[in-house]
């Protein structure tokens, strides 16, 4: 097999987290790795594991190496899984043992219409699943080869629903403690609902808006009528309704109607939402009443549809801070009890320079879906740049293959290194690799944690020729988010000039590289490089989770800074006089002893827990617990 570009052991072991990397080596050692074969520049492997049937592993790759890795195993999810690893390593170490496969395609061109049909009803036959897949492969086909009708269908049974909402809902007050969860949520409740909404789901994204409504308007009167009787205790109605009403919002945006059917429809929302706000839980009919306020044709819509300008739609941090008094309504209705904040997706930062991106107006983003859905994308471009939707505008022109309009876009409009990866990602899957370089490498001086950008970067750039970026790169990913996995690669792409590397990345270590949620990350680095004392001062700064991995390594080097430690944190438990905490003042205590022993002579130690005998003798637990030490 000829050499993947930038495959190499390296490589292999910067994608495989924690032990995966050992663990794939020894499958690759021990021959767990079968039926490697190379089909149209992928990679198929079958890995033996723990199972009766082996894995699947599927890899693409590009001219910058690894573009996706999967396997079948429930942990093929994220980073690379064993398996995918062992398969990788055969074939990088043993390439004559992968065969290469004629293309698909020129295999399929020896076959005529009804050999390829008899082949289909086989495979379907032996994998029953692949009859969807084809199912909706064949209908999205006809609909992009035929014009798009609004289907018409009869009006759908609304009962079954009905009583599907009316014993959720009433399932709380009849058995209060099996429909709620530690966290405070009714998980059943919930999980019930989002099957509900599913099926209503797909009469909207199938055009059948009339239906959709009607399903609608039957689930929002159970839930009107039933709020009386359910024990909302926790807020789980709320988070029902939240749902409810953005799939309303799409149903009424997704059906062709009449002003003064919309007008008709706002106003029935506009009722159920006041019933709801007594409970805190109107900000889903709110929502979907602006959307009927506002349909289709609001001016300021029409124009942004058209690419004409228009007044900024996102408003400032200021004006959608909750202690500010709105000041939008005119532009959006003249409803002046509509709250602006019910329209964005997170909660609006309260200070000014917030980064676009921050904001996510939800009603934009549905009428996105809807638009790419008709297939009006000139349109869903217009309206996402009159939305300041930049990253969702820059996607869909690299959709569409318009990818120097993309690059651009990312270039001049994106704010964060997350969006960034996104567009970067879509243009290396559409085959731009130079472009999603270029997008990329803007990306790293961008806002937001860089860690997973610099990490894809750092492996992209080498198959192309660009050392001097992956590098870059995987700098930027280990300051950004600091972990060992990320120091490790850095070490080794820099190679020679490692040295230099280290220097840089462990002063910014010492400055605080990641803030106190990389904490570990830093004392672990720190202890990799025998670096006690720098440890120490990250302990000493930021002690959640961090204090015991950094005293039992300390034990030795630094005992009679352990000592102190583990007594302090020993004292206040004892003196406490709580008996289900004793064990953890004895783990405590263990490391005291140890570092007593490691400081000088074992008396010391007797001395001190001859102290605590006699302070503590009472505590008959705390005492027993000791007695070994």
């Known amino acids: 097999m000829r050499g993947v570009p930038g495959l190499s052991k390296q490589v292999i072991r910067r994608h495989a987290a924690g032990e995966i990397f050992s663990r794939g080596e020894s499958y690759a050692r021990e021959g767990m790795v079968a039926g490697l074969t190379l089909r149209d520049g992928a990679l198929e492997a079958l890995v033996h594991g723990s199972q009766y049937e082996p894995y699947r592993v599927y890899v693409t790759f590009d001219a910058g190496g690894v573009a996706v890795a999967t396997c079948t195993c429930p942990a093929g999810g994220g980073a690379w899984c064993k398996h995918i690893v062992a398969a990788l390593l055969v074939a990088l170490q043993q390439p004559e043992s992968v065969q290469v496969a004629s293309?698909?395609?020129?295999?399929?061109?020896?076959?005529?219409?009804?050999?390829?049909?008899?082949?289909?009803?086989?495979?379907?036959?032996?994998?029953p699943d692949l009859a969807d897949v084809i199912a909706g492969e064949v209908a999205a086909t006809q609909a992009r080869a035929t014009p798009r009708a609004a289907p018409t269908r009869p009006p759908v049974d609304v009962g079954p629903i009905q009583r599907q909402m009316r014993a959720l809902l009433r399932a709380s007050y009849r058995d209060y403690d099996d429909y709620y969860d530690e966290d405070g949520l009714s998980s059943t409740i919930i999980e019930g609902m989002g099957a509900i909404l599913d099926q209503v789901r797909g009469f909207v994204e199938g055009g059948d808006s009339a239906n959709a409504l009607s399903l609608l308007d039957a689930i929002t009167e159970e839930c009107h009528a039933s709020q009386n009787d359910f024990d909302d205790s926790y807020g789980a109605l709320g988070t029902v309704l939240a749902s409810l009403g953005d799939l309303w919002a799409e149903a009424l945006l997704?059906?062709?109607?009449?002003?003064?059917?919309?007008?008709?429809?706002?106003?029935?929302?506009?009722?159920?939402?006041?019933?709801?706000?007594?409970?805190?839980?109107?900000?889903?009919?709110?929502?979907?009443?602006r959307a009927a306020q506002e349909g289709w044709h609001d001016p300021q819509i029409i124009r942004a549809l058209r690419g004409e300008p228009v007044l900024t739609f996102a408003p400032s941090a200021v004006e959608v801070d909750a202690v500010a008094e709105p000041d939008v309504e005119e532009e959006w209705s003249e409803d002046e009890d509509l709250d602006v904040e019910e329209e964005w997706d997170e909660e609006p930062p309260a200070i000014m320079g917030a980064p676009a991106t921050s904001l996510r107006p939800k009603l934009a983003l549905i009428r996105l879906c809807i638009l790419e859905?008709?297939?009006?994308?000139?349109?869903?471009?217009?309206?996402?740049?009159?939305?300041?939707?930049?990253?969702?505008?820059?996607?869909?022109?690299?959709?569409?293959?318009?990818?120097?309009?993309?690059?651009?876009?990312?270039?001049?409009?994106?704010?964060?290194?997350?969006?960034?990866?996104?567009?970067?990602?879509?243009?290396?899957?559409?085959?731009?690799?130079?472009?999603?370089?270029?997008?990329?490498?803007?990306?790293?001086?961008?806002?937001?944690?860089?860690?997973?950008?610099?990490?894809?970067l750092a492996s992209l750039a080498p198959g192309l020729g660009?050392?001097?970026?992956?590098?870059?790169?995987?700098?930027?990913?280990?300051?950004?988010?600091?972990?060992?996995?990320?120091?490790?690669?850095?070490?080794?792409?820099?190679?020679?000039?490692?040295?230099?590397?280290?220097?840089?990345?462990?002063?910014?270590?010492?400055?605080?590289?990641?803030?106190?949620?990389?904490?570990?990350?830093?004392a672990e680095i720190f202890l990799h490089e025998s670096l006690i004392d720098d440890a120490i001062k990250v302990a000493e700064r930021d002690s959640y989770g961090v204090l015991e991995l950094v005293m039992d390594a300390a034990i030795t080097a630094r005992p009679q800074w352990v000592i102190k430690k583990a007594i302090a944190q020993a004292a206040p438990i004892m003196s406490g006089g709580k008996a289900q905490h004793y064990d953890r003042a004895v783990s405590w205590l263990r490391r005291a002893r140890d570092a007593y022993r490691a400081a000088g002579p074992a008396d010391d130690w007797e001395r001190y827990l001859a102290g605590v005998r006699a302070t503590h003798g009472r505590k008959y637990k705390l005492m027993g617990l000791i007695k070994g030490l």
């Open 254 to 289: 997704a059906a062709d109607l009449r002003p003064d059917e919309l007008e008709e429809w706002a106003e029935q929302l506009a009722e159920w939402a006041g019933d709801a706000a007594d409970y805190g839980s109107d900000s889903g009919m709110r929502l979907a009443m």
């Open 373 to 456: 859905r008709q297939e009006r994308l000139d349109e869903y471009l217009n309206l996402a740049a009159a939305y300041g939707l930049h990253r969702e505008r820059a996607l869909m022109l690299a959709h569409l293959g318009r990818t120097e309009e993309a690059v651009k876009a990312g270039v001049e409009t994106l704010a964060s290194a997350a969006d960034s990866l996104a567009l970067a990602t879509a243009l290396r899957e559409g085959g731009h690799l130079d472009a999603a370089l270029q997008v990329a490498e803007h990306g790293l001086a961008l806002d937001g944690l860089r860690g997973a950008l610099g990490d894809w």
């Open 466 to 522: 660009r050392e001097d970026l992956a590098l870059r790169a995987a700098e930027v990913a280990c300051t950004s988010e600091p972990n060992m996995a990320r120091y490790l690669a850095a070490r080794d792409i820099a190679g020679a000039g490692w040295p230099d590397l280290r220097a840089r990345l462990l002063g910014h270590l010492r400055a605080g590289a990641g803030g106190w949620m990389s904490s570990r990350a830093q």
């Open 103 to 127: 293309p698909l395609a020129a295999l399929l061109e020896l076959l005529d219409r009804e050999q390829i049909q008899s082949l289909l009803l086989r495979l379907v036959a032996r994998q």
